[in-house]
């Protein structure tokens, strides 16, 4: 079996698979009479023949190290995984290799952010590390098909951070 480490995500890291949304730093805007700071326009969303949707998923919470036997990937829309409690969870993405994944990179979440993965980014599942595991997910919402899976011949396991 192969190992992943876990890193820590920073927007910088993950700029080539998606983006990163928080909250931090000084807000773009102010306002609803100054009370509200809007962080604005925190991600590339990009569907096409169809529309965005917000769909609530709740996944059962997983401990590491655990192992990642496949990815996906969504070739017609971007996707957003917003969690709807404060908790960490994993996100594992690849690179995209001749259109198969290459080597699996995990991030960490803080629990304070969410992440919008691109169009065709390979991707592991929905991994929240403890419960209630409740999530946001903007999507395309279609009537083609939009999911590709990869199996990998040999798992990996992703590691303790």
């Not at 209630?132 to 939009?146: E, K, M, Q, S, Y």
């Amino acid at each position: 079996m192969r190992d992943i480490r876990p890193l820590i995500l920073t927007p910088e890291a993950f700029a080539p698979f998606g983006d990163v949304l928080t909250a931090t730093g000084t807000p773009d805007r102010l306002i609803n009479q100054g009370l509200c700071r809007r962080f604005h326009d925190r991600a590339r969303l990009d569907f096409t023949d169809a529309r965005g949707g917000i769909s609530i998923f709740k996944a059962v919470p997983r401990s590491l190290p655990c192992r990642l036997e496949m990815v996906e990937r969504h070739p017609e829309g971007s996707q957003a995984f917003i969690p709807m409690s404060n908790d960490p969870f994993l996100v594992v993405v690849a690179p995209d290799e001749a259109g198969r994944p290459g080597a699996p990179l995990a991030f960490l979440t803080d629990g304070a952010q969410a992440v919008n993965l691109h169009r065709g980014v390979w991707h592991g599942v929905l991994t929240p590390l403890s419960g209630p595991g409740l999530f946001a997910v903007v999507d395309r919402i279609g009537l083609t098909p939009n999911l590709e899976e990869h199996w990998f011949s040999e798992p990996w396991t992703v590691l303790s951070a």
